[in-house]
């Protein structure tokens, strides 16, 4: 099999070069126009990051106020940190100004002028209002980086003065926003308190570490200000930017109720990328009503097929079945429930790995039976479904594994009478692409510069290597095959395993199930090299109100290819 897939690869290779070169030089146009922009402008959402980091010490423990630590993804590139701007007055007049009062208006007109968004005439006119000790500038005198303030004291007007106050800022304003969260302004009553407080995602997870309060406030009489320790998480900026991109454009085309993607690093269980629809933007807050939960932890939903890769793994292990060997697909009786293939009426006699391939149910039920329903059961609290993760973030659900229905028990195998969360199924998934060992799905890559280095955490040999490495051989078959189920997946850069899945949903309002044409949780798994797999990446869309004629691989597919092709163009 794996001779015959090898020449095939090959081949496949040799015939897509032409697109591959084409897709690799648009790419490396767009990367280089994006850091261009990132290094030489220094500027990202039109603000000058070099004004920010020229008000950020080296020594932070020189700083007198209290100060939060700042959020970088793995390679270093800054995800969120406190600025500092200023708000431009000029005073007028007033026993408590002594003299330090504007002297010349015409000529502190002119030089201002020349620093904020108003015109002499219209300074001249706030310069001269009459019975105010002071004025402000309105919108073009606030927010102003500490350069400009800087800049406009060494003009040595008399009378211009500022004040300062501090702010979070996030780098982009869409940006795994669920995950990275973000902070409510606070009132304390000296600046060595911290200014912030985080109240969503890693910001309120690790509020202690940033903020530098986890003994602040223990100790009487307090005199030194907290420094936070700065995060630094495992995301990558560039590819988590790419997928935020094409998130939004599969949002606006199909309308989903909500989506969702999730790039592993399959080797160390590293998040690379993570993002979901709705989401807000993290310096606005604009669209956090629309969802508060972060469906990486929160959502428990029934996974659908992708779980058959799963249910193979353990059939081949437990040597259930001999290579080759057919079952007859279409429908089969499971208690005093019909269960049928997707196409109602099957394929006919057809082998166990063509039915993996095909996303036959009847053949994974065969398979829950032969393994026996209540060691099938056993082996998903292996896999960690029915308990939590420990993510430490907020409100994350264990789903549900509750067999009491021995029906629930045998259609689990194709991933129905059961809930997941997308961070379950990524833990569960990383055994397929890691030779059977699952590991640790993690976000944080460290905490301090230099200290708390990320360290894999393994759950074990959860699955024989030959029985993964066999799965992930029949999933080569599902995207290359003619009639396999994620041939949307098929790349032009690099060898794809993947599996689907076309889940119904539960009714919330009572037993059964929706019935609505596009009442269904689409998904994939897929991991790439497959020779070899570097990457789990795992998608979903829910419900989609527009579906365009097409059908929920092929949307997903328009999420999966341009991240894809944004992670093969480095290696």
């Keep these: 099999m794996k001779d015959k ?81 200023y708000s431009m007055y000029a005073v007028l007049g007033g026993d408590w100004a002594e003299g330090e009062v504007v002297q010349d208006i015409e000529q502190t007109a002119t030089v201002l002028a020349r620093y904020i968004d108003l015109s002499e005439e219209e300074i001249r006119k706030l310069l ?8 402000e500038f ?69 509020d202690d ?80 009503d629309d969802l508060w939960s972060n469906l990486l932890v929160e959502t428990a939903n029934e996974p659908g097929s992708t779980i058959k890769i799963l249910t193979m793994a353990s059939a081949v292990e437990r040597q259930v079945f001999e290579p080759g060997e057919k079952f007859m697909s279409g429908k089969v009786e499971v208690y005093d429930q019909l269960v049928r293939d997707y196409n109602l009426y099957g394929w006919g006699e057809i082998t166990f790995e063509e039915g993996l391939a095909r996303s036959s149910n009847v053949g994974m039920v065969e398979l829950v039976n032969r393994i026996g329903d209540q060691e099938w059961v056993q082996q998903l609290e292996k896999f960690g479904f029915g308990q939590s993760t420990n993510s430490l973030l907020a409100n994350e659900t264990s ?49 301090g510069k230099g200290e708390n280095s990320y360290q894999v955490q393994s759950m074990g040999q959860v699955i024989d290597p030959k029985a993964a490495d066999y799965v992930l051989d029949i999933m080569v078959d599902t995207v290359h095959e003619p009639y396999g189920t994620a041939q949307s997946f098929k790349s032009n850069q690099v060898t794809v395993a993947a599996k689907t899945g076309t889940a119904q949903i539960a009714n919330p309002d009572g037993a ?17 090299p497959a020779e070899d797999p570097q990457y789990l990446f795992y998608l979903f869309l829910k419900q989609p109100t527009e579906n365009h004629g097409k059908i929920g691989s092929q949307m997903i597919a328009e999420m999966f290819h341009p991240v894809v092709d944004a992670v093969m163009i480095n290696q």
């Design 138 to 206: 309105g919108p073009a005198g606030s927010q102003l980086t500490p350069k400009v303030k800087e800049q406009i004291e060494a003009e040595g007007l008399i009378g211009i003065q500022f004040k300062g106050s501090t702010h979070r800022y996030y780098i982009n304003d869409y940006f795994a926003s669920h995950l990275v969260g973000y902070v409510q302004e606070v009132k304390r009553e000296s600046i060595l308190q911290p200014a912030f407080k985080g109240e969503l995602g890693v910001e309120a997870t690790f």
């Design 209 to 288: 570490v940033l903020s530098g309060t986890k003994d602040f406030g223990e100790k009487k009489n307090q005199k030194q200000a907290s420094q936070g320790q700065d995060i630094y998480l495992t995301l990558d900026t560039r590819i988590q930017n790419i997928l935020e991109d094409a998130m939004e454009k599969v949002n606006q085309t199909y309308q989903p109720k909500n989506l969702g993607a999730y790039l592993v690093d399959v080797k160390t269980g590293k998040l690379i990328a993570a993002g979901q629809r709705p989401s807000f933007n993290l310096n606005t807050r604009e669209g956090i």
């Design 512 to 528: 059964g199930y929706l019935t609505g044409e596009n009442d269904y949780y689409h998904s994939v798994v897929a991991y790439f």
């Design 399 to 447: 789903g549900s594994l509750d067999f009491s229905n021995p029906v629930s028990r045998i259609m689990s195998g194709f991933g129905q009478g059961f809930s997941a969360t997308p961070i379950q199924l990524l833990q569960a998934f990383t055994t397929i692409g890691n030779h059977g060992e699952m590991l640790k799905v993690q976000y944080i890559d460290q905490i």
């Design 5 to 85: 897939k090898e020449q095939q690869r090959i081949e496949y290779s040799v015939q897509n070069l032409l697109a591959l070169s084409i897709i690799v030089i648009i790419i490396g146009i767009v990367l280089v126009l994006r850091f261009g922009q990132l290094s030489l402008l220094k500027t990202v959402n039109k603000v000058d990051l070099s004004n920010y980091q020229h008000e950020i010490p080296e020594n932070r423990s020189s700083i007198a106020e209290a100060r939060r630590g700042n959020i970088y993804d793995q390679h270093g590139q800054p995800i969120a940190m406190d600025t500092t701007s």
């Design 128 to 135: 001269s209002t009459e019975g105010s000790d002071q004025v």
